[in-house]
C-alpha cells in the first residue's frame, strides 16, 4: 500500500514514550507472511497500534480499525458478527475462527458509530485511503518537514486520515494518547515542535477555554477541524487569530463513508468565507440534489449534498458476509446533509436529512442509543444537538440510571446526555415517533 | 459549607460520584474524568469559588489532591 522504502532514514514516528522509528524500519517490521484473514485491531495512539495497522496494510489483510478502550462485550459482539481470523493487541494473534471470504478489494473496515458499538462498518479499498491521502496532503501542502501531532484516535476516520496524509509524504507523526487536558501533552508537543494539530469542534471550543490565543507555541503553523459544524464566530476567532500569527486555520468537512475528507476551505478565502465548508478536495466534485433527485443549479438554494470522488467509499458491512460485496458506491455518495452553494461556488451546510448527532466528533446514532434505553424503558425516543443527546422518556425517577448505562455503553461522557420526561411520546396514526415535534422542543 | 465541602461537592457533582470516591481520585481513574469531564469540572470550581484559573493550573490539575494545592494559589484555603 504506501511505499515507505522511498523515505527510508527519515523518521516516520516518534511516540510520547521516546519510541521512534524511520521509515526504513517501519517498513521491514510491517511486512508478514500469513494467510489473508479479516483482522480486528484493537487501538489505542501508541507504537504497537500503529504498527498493528501499518502491517495489515502493508501486508494485505484486511483490517477493522477498533477502539481498544470498549469493554469486552462490545468487541465479544462485533467478533461474532464478523469472525476475525485475527486480532492485533501489540501482535496479530490467530483467534480459531474462520469466516466467508473477503472481497480482494478491501483494505479496511472503519466504524460507522464509534460510540454506540453499532456493527455497521463502513468499506474502504487501498484506493480509497490513497487518493483521500493524496488529496489531503495536497491542499494542505503537506511535506517531509511536517510533523502533526496526533490529537484525535486512529480508529476515527479523521484521526487515521492525519497519519495516513504525512506517511504518503515522508513526514514524522508524533503519537500520544495524551490528551489537552494534560500538561504531558503539552510538554510533548512543544518538545517535539508539531507543527499541526486536528481537531473537532469541541477540541477548540476547550482549547479558547485554555487561553490557546496565548499560549506560545512558534512551531505549530497548522490546525485543522473536522468532525462537525464549529460554530462560525468560534471559526473566525481562530482563523483571525491564525492570520494575525502566521499560521493557517482550515474547516474541512467529511464523513467516513467518503475515507474521511470531501471538502475544505481554501486559506486564501478563509476569512471572507469562515461559516463554509468551503470547496471539493482535489480530485472530488459536489453537487446538489433536489428532493426528486435533480440537480440545483442556481445558488442559494438548499438540496441534499452529493459528494462524488475516488475516496466514496465500497458501501456498508453489517456482518461478514457482507465483505464479499463488491463497490457498492461506484464513487457516488450522498451525504444526507442539506446544504447551499453561493455564488462564488463555496457550500454551507444548513441541516441533516438522517437521524444522527455529533458528540464531541463521535457521530452518534440516535436510533441506536435509543436502542440502548429501550432495554429500560420502552416508552422513549431520543432527539439530538451536536454534543448533547436528548432522551425523552414518560416515566420518572429512570434518569440516573438512563444515564449511567449510556455513558457505559457508548464510552461518552455522562455529559453528553439528559432525561427529559413529558406525559407522553408524540406518535402519529400509525404509531411512528414524531422526531421533529421532539427536536422542536430543544429549541 | 466549608471550602472542603464545597470542593468535594464540585467533584461530587461534576462526575456523579460519592463524596468517599474522591479520596485518591485522579484523572482517567474514573470513565466520568475524562478531557470532556475535565472541562466541566474546571468550570464548576471556577464558578463555585468566583476564580478564573491559569492555563498551567488547569492542565496541572490531575488529581482530587493536587486541586487544593493549586486552589491555594488563589486563595482558597482548606
Known amino acids: 500500500m504506501f511505499d515507505l522504502l522511498k523515505y527510508g532514514d527519515r523518521t516516520a514516528v516518534i511516540t510520547d514514550k521516546g519510541e521512534r522509528l524511520t521509515y526504513a524500519e517501519l517498513d521491514a517490521m510491517t511486512r508478514i507472511d500469513v494467510p489473508r484473514g479479516l483482522v480486528f485491531c484493537l487501538c489505542s495512539n501508541t507504537l504497537q497500534s500503529f504498527v498493528g495497522y501499518l502491517t495489515c496494510l502493508q501486508s494485505n489483510l484486511p483490517v477493522v480499525m477498533l477502539d481498544g478502550s470498549k469493554p469486552k462485550d462490545v468487541i465479544d459482539a462485533l467478533v461474532e458478527a ?39 462498518f463502513v468499506r474502504l479499498s487501498a484506493q480509497n485511503i490513497l487518493s483521500n491521502a493524496e488529496s489531503i496532503a495536497e491542499y494542505l501542502h503537506i511535506d517531509e518537514n511536517e510533523r502533526p501531532v496526533t490529537t484525535l484516535p486512529m480508529y476515527y476516520s479523521y484521526g487515521l486520515s492525519v497519519i495516513n496524509s504525512h506517511l504518503i509524504k515522508g513526514a514524522s507523526i508524533l503519537l ?8 504531558e501533552f503539552w510538554n510533548f508537543m512543544r518538545e517535539q515542535k508539531a507543527t499541526s494539530m486536528a481537531g473537532v469542534p469541541y477540541t477548540y471550543e476547550i482549547l479558547k477555554r485554555l487561553r490557546f490565543f496565548r499560549m506560545e507555541l512558534p512551531d505549530l503553523k497548522v490546525m485543522t477541524q473536522a468532525g462537525g459544524k464549529l460554530n462560525k464566530d468560534i471559526a473566525k476567532e481562530y482563523i483571525e487569530f491564525a492570520a494575525e500569527k502566521g499560521k493557517k486555520f482550515y474547516v474541512m468537512y467529511g464523513q467516513t463513508e467518503a475515507t474521511a475528507r470531501m471538502s475544505y476551505l481554501p486559506w486564501e478565502s478563509a476569512l471572507e468565507k469562515y461559516a463554509s465548508i468551503g470547496v471539493a478536495i482535489p480530485g472530488g466534485k459536489f453537487s446538489i440534489i433536489d428532493t426528486e433527485g435533480k440537480e440545483i443549479t442556481e445558488p442559494e438554494k438548499d438540496g441534499e449534498l452529493i459528494y462524488e470522488g475516488k475516496n466514496v467509499s465500497l458501501g456498508y458491512a453489517e456482518c461478514r458476509a457482507d465483505l464479499a460485496k463488491s463497490d457498492e458506491n461506484k464513487g457516488v455518495l450522498k451525504t444526507g446533509d442539506v446544504a447551499r452553494r453561493d455564488a462564488d461556488g463555496f457550500y454551507y451546510i444548513t441541516g441533516r436529512l438522517k437521524r444522527f448527532v455529533k458528540i464531541w466528533g463521535n ?21 439530538g444537538v451536536d454534543d448533547k443527546i436528548t432522551v425523552f422518556v414518560t416515566e420518572d425517577g429512570l434518569s440516573e440510571q438512563i ?30 415517533v414524531q422526531y421533529a415535534a421532539l427536536q422542536q422542543l430543544l429549541k | 459549607m466549608t471550602n472542603l465541602e464545597k470542593y468535594t461537592n464540585v467533584f461530587v457533582e ?10 485518591g481520585l485522579a484523572y482517567q481513574g474514573i470513565e466520568a474524568w475524562d478531557s470532556v469531564g475535565h472541562m466541566t469540572l474546571v468550570a464548576a470550581i471556577e464558578d463555585t469559588f468566583g476564580i478564573m484559573m491559569d492555563t498551567d493550573d488547569i492542565i496541572d490539575l490531575s488529581s482530587f489532591e493536587k486541586g487544593k494545592e493549586i486552589l491555594a494559589k488563589y486563595n482558597v484555603e482548606f
Open chain 1, 176 to 183: 500520544t494518547d495524551g490528551t489537552y487536558a494534560q500538561r
Open chain 1, 82 to 120: 464478523y469472525n476475525p481470523e485475527y486480532i492485533w493487541d501489540g501482535e496479530l494473534k490467530p483467534t480459531g475462527l474462520k469466516g466467508e471470504s473477503v472481497s480482494e478489494e478491501l483494505a479496511m473496515c472503519l466504524t460507522t458509530s464509534g460510540s454506540t458499538g453499532s456493527p455497521k
Open chain 1, 363 to 383: 457521530r452518534c446514532n440516535l436510533d441506536a442509543t435509543e436502542q440502548i434505553v429501550k432495554s429500560i424503558t420502552t416508552n422513549c425516543a431520543c432527539a
Open chain 1, 403 to 432: 444515564i449511567s448505562l449510556l455513558s457505559e455503553k457508548t464510552g461518552l461522557n455522562s455529559r453528553a446526555f439528559e432525561v427529559r420526561v413529558i406525559d407522553a411520546i408524540p406518535k402519529n396514526d400509525s404509531g411512528k
Open chain 2, 14 to 23: 461534576s462526575f456523579g460520584i460519592t463524596a468517599e470516591q474522591t479520596t
